[in-house]
């Protein structure tokens, strides 16, 4: 690999993947022959060998895929497609962050200017051992860019699914699916209600009842139960009839199954055709009707699901404005109102699953539920707001903490420093004393580490970004401080920002600053 001249991205283990690949043909070819000699497809090896040989599909698809890089633009190949973007049309390189089993898979994506935003098959990145590998021929790819095209960014920007450039096709399919289980089971309400209702007032058929009415009548027949079966897990449960009279077996439940015993004489409920109770000595099974508001209460159940989702996209929507690369806030206000939502719409929707307009106190049940969904839908509005760093600036005048008090503020370097020294710290601790980072919340300074704020000059804060890391809340800001020369990121609430900063400012202006110790 020349950075000067081109980068060329193959896969890592090449000669292992070609092995492979050879072991796969050599199953194929196994597999045609056994085939041909035996006469017959369905044997255990040939399934082997079909399943060895779609494998070595899979191997050689992994081991020709390369990527170059050089003055004319970016080349990708693979087995089945290629592509050719010259740098006047790539507008940005960034990596996005991909949830993996173990650790996150970070790839290379390209931004086009007509939009596009086609990923690199390579380089890629799946733990910590390959990670500076990436690193490595992303730079290269990156300066390349420089040298031949006009990058819009000055930094790396880390796509992740909390960012804004990411799509919610998924937000949205799982949304409109969950809308549309909603509609039918609401459907269903009014069907398994009167089915309910007509079973509840269902009476005994009498002499004059025409054949044609039996039906809507509960008529009785004698049988002896001959044998029981209890299933296991999943599996249904049985019960056996002597002579098949008037059926030979039928599903009833486990504990139904086990409270009749073989020769029990047993009095069976028709009614609409289906055995529905079955009456003993010593034990009655009756089938469990599903009424309307079981139905009712899963519409309503798949609707609040369908929320959450939504409220994802919405926010997504909302920050369209922002780079591609900002951490949205998190959609957690809106489950909570969600939340806040079920407790009361659950219960209405099981106790009137037909609608509160029956009586008032439904209705009137209905109607402050709705007034304080709307309340809580606001407060998630309003805490999911995006707030930038001019907003934090003006409303976190708070004032320089006084010496005898301390206050620990949750706030994190995530740079390794003589006074963070491997990420120990999780907060800063203010006043009695000059700011210090500590492993704990207080009280006391115990293993507290002084912050040397004669060598730090902040020189921009922003919002959070995809490659702060996972550690960073949503809702956070990153003061960007230069260290004697050295760049460092303080991540924090807007609002604890904003105080950190200003005692970083007090105590580098008072004399012998740098001199005294926690």
């Not at 009655?284 to 009707?289: A, G, I, V």
């Not at 805490?383 to 003006?394: C, K, L, M, N, V």
């Given at each position: 690999m020349n950075e000067a001249q081109h980068v060329i991205c193959r896969p890592l283990k090449r000669r292992a993947l070609w092995c492979l690949v050879a072991l796969g043909t050599a199953a194929a070819v196994a597999t045609a022959v056994r085939a041909v000699y035996r006469g017959t497809l369905i044997d255990v090896w040939v399934a082997g060998g079909l399943l060895l040989a779609l494998l070595g599909l899979v191997f050689l698809y992994a081991a020709t895929v390369q990527v170059i890089a050089d003055a004319d633009g970016l080349r990708s190949r693979t087995l089945l497609r290629r592509r050719n973007m010259p740098?006047?049309?790539?507008?940005?390189?960034?990596?996005?962050?991909?949830?993996?089993?173990?650790?996150?898979?970070?790839?290379?994506?390209?931004l086009l200017r007509d939009g596009r935003t086609p990923r690199l098959p390579l380089p890629l990145s799946g733990s910590s051992a390959d990670r500076p590998e990436f690193d490595a021929q992303l730079n290269a790819l990156r300066a390349l860019h420089r040298r031949h095209g006009a990058p819009e960014s000055d930094h790396v920007p880390?796509?992740?699914?909390?960012?804004?450039?990411?799509?919610?096709?998924?937000?949205?399919?799982?949304?409109?699916?969950?809308?549309?289980?909603?509609?039918?089971?609401?459907?269903?309400?009014?069907?398994?209600?009167?089915?309910?209702?007509?079973?509840?007032?269902?009476?005994?058929?009498?002499?004059?009842?025409?054949?044609?009415?039996?039906?809507?009548?509960?008529?009785?027949?004698?049988?002896?139960?001959?044998?029981?079966?209890?299933?296991?897990?999943?599996?249904?449960?049985?019960?056996?009839f002597a002579d098949d009279r008037p059926l030979n077996r039928l599903t009833v439940s486990r504990e139904g199954a086990r409270g009749f015993r073989p020769g029990d004489e047993v009095e069976l409920t028709v009614w609409r055709g289906e055995v529905r109770v079955v009456t003993g000595e010593h034990?009655?099974?009756?089938?469990?009707?599903?009424?309307?508001?079981?139905?009712?209460?899963?519409?309503?159940?798949?609707?609040?699901?369908?929320?959450?989702?939504?409220?994802?996209?919405?926010?997504?929507r909302r920050g369209r404005g922002l780079p591609d690369d900002e951490v949205l806030p998190s959609a957690l206000p809106f489950a909570g109102a969600l939340f806040g939502t079920a407790v009361w719409l659950l219960p209405l929707c099981y106790l009137h699953p037909t609608g509160p307009l029956g009586s008032a106190v439904p209705l009137a049940w209905a109607a402050s539920g709705t007034v304080a969904t709307l309340g809580m839908l606001a407060?998630?509005?309003?805490?999911?707001?995006?707030?930038?760093?001019?907003?934090?600036?003006?409303?976190?005048?708070?004032?320089?903490?006084?010496?005898?008090?301390?206050?620990?503020?949750?706030?994190?370097?995530?740079?390794?420093?003589?006074?963070n020294p491997h990420d120990f710290g999780t907060h800063i601790v203010l006043g009695s004393g000059p700011p210090a980072v500590t492993p704990h919340s207080g009280p006391g300074r115990f293993a507290a580490r002084r912050i040397p704020v004669e060598r730090l000059t902040v020189t921009r804060i922003r919002r959070a970004r995809g490659g702060d890391g996972e550690t960073v809340h949503r809702s956070w800001h990153i003061a960007e401080i230069d260290d004697a020369g050295e760049p460092v990121r303080l991540a924090a609430a807007p609002a604890d920002l904003t105080r950190i900063i200003q005692e970083l400012g007090r105590y580098r202006r008072l004399p012998e600053a740098g001199r005294a110790r926690p």
């Open positions: 740098w006047s049309d790539i507008a940005d390189l960034r990596v996005h962050l991909q949830s993996g089993r173990n650790q996150d898979i970070h790839r290379v994506g390209v880390v796509l992740s699914q909390r960012t804004a450039g990411r799509g919610s096709a998924v937000a949205k399919l799982l949304c409109v699916l969950l809308l549309a289980g909603a509609g039918l089971a609401a459907w269903f309400v009014p069907v398994t209600a009167s089915q309910k209702q007509a079973w509840m007032s269902a009476v005994p058929c009498t002499a004059g009842t025409t054949a044609a009415e039996r039906g809507e009548c509960l008529s009785t027949q004698v049988a002896v139960v001959e044998r029981t079966e209890v299933g296991q897990g999943k599996q249904s449960s049985w019960l056996y034990h009655t099974w009756q089938e469990h009707f599903t009424g309307g508001g079981d139905v009712a209460v899963i519409a309503a159940g798949c609707a609040l699901a369908a929320g959450y989702p939504g409220a994802r996209v919405l926010l997504r407060w998630a509005w309003h805490a999911t707001r995006i707030r930038t760093p001019e907003d934090a600036g003006d409303a976190g005048g708070a004032g320089a903490f006084e010496e005898e008090t301390e206050r620990f503020l949750a706030a994190r370097f995530l740079e390794h420093t003589d006074y």
